[in-house]
């Protein structure tokens, strides 16, 4: 599976964007970039996914290099509800049988917003 | 969204004795359910993939006859914790795809709220 590297920590002031970065150099042609985040004691949940072009959603936008080596998931006004980790996962859904629903889970992003 | 609920959400146990966990998926079918252990402070990793109807496959480390698996339904996937011992305490978190006719771009895994398991 293709890596990704994420910051183990970062900060954010209540309101204002966040924007989490993610590598991936080694991202195959058919792979979709995915973010989940966890928060405390929870199961991790969805937050978006693409595969070339910027994304948006309500809870976030997603922004894409144009060699896809790396992206960005951007919060637009943080709140102290978007404190959590949260995960850049590359997927590849045409991948053979089930395997190609797996999600292998890095470190993550340890995102703290302060009041 | 979709909803995966997770039952018990928390559970204390005596060494030796065996622990059932149940995951289902409350308004979708899944035809694959996925199960996670996470230790505190570390991140989710991948124990077994259940396919509904066939036996689980279970990654290199995990042993299957510890960790029973059954898929009986397309909205049911249950994991035995047998002979549980304190460094079976964790926190088990199971996931689910929905089944679709045919690839829509959708491409969302739903997670439960997971299950704290701790073993005295």
């Known amino acids: 599976d293709a890596k990704t590297t994420q910051p183990n920590s970062m900060e954010s002031n209540e309101e204002e964007p966040v924007h989490l970065p993610c590598n991936h150099s080694?991202?195959?042609?058919?792979?979709?970039i995915h973010w989940y985040r966890q928060l405390p004691s929870q199961g991790p949940e969805y937050v978006i996914h693409?595969?070339?072009s910027n994304v948006n959603n309500r809870m976030a936008s997603l922004a894409i290099a144009e060699d896809r080596k790396s992206s960005t998931l951007i919060l637009h006004r943080a709140t102290l509800r978007d404190a959590a980790v949260y995960y850049c996962?590359?997927?590849?859904?045409f991948g053979a049988g089930a395997g190609s629903y797996q999600l292998t889970f890095g470190k993550g992003t340890k995102l703290s917003v302060i009041p | 969204g979709a909803v995966v609920s997770q039952h018990p959400s928390w559970v204390i146990c005596k060494s030796g004795t065996s622990v059932k966990i149940e995951c289902r998926s409350l308004?979708?079918?899944?035809?694959?359910m996925f199960w996670y252990r996470q230790f505190p402070k570390q991140s989710l990793m991948l124990m077994a993939t259940?396919?509904?109807?066939?036996?689980?496959?279970?990654e290199q480390g995990v042993e299957k006859d510890k960790f029973l698996i059954n898929h009986a339904s397309l909205t049911l996937s249950t994991l035995t914790v047998t002979s549980a011992h304190p460094e079976d305490s964790s926190f088990y978190i199971c996931?689910?795809?929905?089944?679709?006719?045919?690839?829509?771009?959708?491409?969302?895994?739903?997670f439960g709220p997971g299950t704290r398991l701790t073993v005295t």
């Open positions: 259940s396919n509904e109807g066939s036996k689980a496959t279970y």
């Open positions: 308004d979708f079918q899944a035809t694959t």
């Open positions: 080694t991202i195959s042609g058919t792979d979709y």
């Open positions: 996931s689910a795809s929905e089944q679709l006719a045919s690839w829509s771009g959708r491409d969302e895994q739903y």
């Open positions: 996962i590359l997927r590849d859904p």
């Open positions: 693409g595969l070339t």
